[in-house]
C-alpha cells in the first residue's frame, strides 16, 4: 500500500480553511468585517507549518492542491465571482508567503510567519476584495481595511500554535532514537 504524502493533512485543512472563508466572507458582520476575516488568517498559519516542517516544495503543493480544492468548493458552495477572486488572491498570496518564509526561515522563529503572513495578508487582502467587490456597490473597501486588521491581529495569534508546533517538531528531531 502506498505511504500518504506527509503534507496531504496540511492539503486538508487548506482547503477546509479556504472553503469555509469564501463562504463565510458572503455574510458581513457589519460595514468593516465578514465573517471570513476571522478563518482565513488560518491558511497562513497551515503554509506556515507545513513550510516548517516539510520545506518550501511540499509547501507549495500544499498550496496548489488547497487551491484546486478550494476552488473546487468554493464554486459549488460560494459565487463564481468570489471564488475566481479567492483562487487568484489565494494561489498569489500563499506563494508569496512561501517565498518570504523559506527565505527568512533562519531567523528568529517568530520573524518568517509574522513578515510572510503579513506581505501575503497585504496582497491577499488588495486582490481578493478588489476583485470580488469592486462595483458591486457593497462596502468593499470598509471590508478590505477590517478584513486586514483582522489577518494582523489574528497573524500574532497565530504564532502562539506556530511556536508550540516549532518547538515539538525540533524537540522530535533532535530526540534520540532507541
Request: proline content about 4%; glycine content about 4%; aromatic content about 12%.
Given at each position: 500500500m502506498p505511504k500518504t504524502p506527509p503534507f496531504v493533512p496540511f492539503v486538508i485543512a487548506m482547503a477546509?480553511?479556504?472553503t469555509a472563508s469564501?463562504?463565510?466572507?458572503?455574510?458581513?458582520?457589519?460595514d468593516w468585517l465578514t465573517w471570513g476575516a476571522l478563518s482565513y488568517p488560518v491558511a497562513f498559519l497551515v503554509t506556515d507549518?507545513?513550510?516548517?516542517?516539510?520545506?518550501?516544495?511540499?509547501?507549495r503543493r500544499v498550496v496548489v492542491a488547497g487551491f484546486v480544492a478550494a476552488v473546487l468548493?468554493?464554486?459549488?458552495?460560494?459565487?463564481?465571482?468570489?471564488?475566481?477572486?479567492?483562487?487568484?488572491?489565494?494561489?498569489?498570496?500563499?506563494?508569496?508567503?512561501v517565498q518570504v518564509f523559506d527565505r527568512l526561515r533562519r531567523r528568529r522563529w517568530w520573524l518568517p510567519p509574522l513578515v510572510s503572513s503579513t506581505l501575503g495578508?497585504?496582497?491577499?487582502?488588495?486582490?481578493?476584495?478588489?476583485?470580488?467587490?469592486a462595483f458591486t456597490g457593497l462596502p468593499?473597501?470598509?471590508?478590505a481595511i477590517g478584513?486586514?486588521?483582522?489577518?494582523?491581529?489574528?497573524?500574532?495569534?497565530m504564532l502562539v500554535p506556530f511556536r508550540v508546533a516549532y518547538v515539538?517538531?525540533?524537540?522530535v528531531r533532535t530526540a534520540p532514537s532507541g
Open positions: 477546509a480553511v479556504v469564501n463562504v463565510l466572507v458572503q455574510h458581513p458582520i457589519n507549518l507545513a513550510n516548517r516542517a516539510h520545506g518550501p516544495a511540499a509547501a468548493m468554493s464554486v459549488l458552495l460560494a459565487t463564481p465571482r468570489i471564488a475566481l477572486a479567492s483562487g487568484s488572491a489565494f494561489l498569489a498570496a500563499q506563494l508569496l508567503d495578508s497585504v496582497l491577499d487582502t488588495a486582490l481578493f476584495f478588489s476583485l470580488a467587490f468593499w473597501v470598509t471590508w478584513d486586514f486588521g483582522v489577518k494582523m491581529a489574528v497573524a500574532l495569534i515539538w517538531w525540533r524537540d
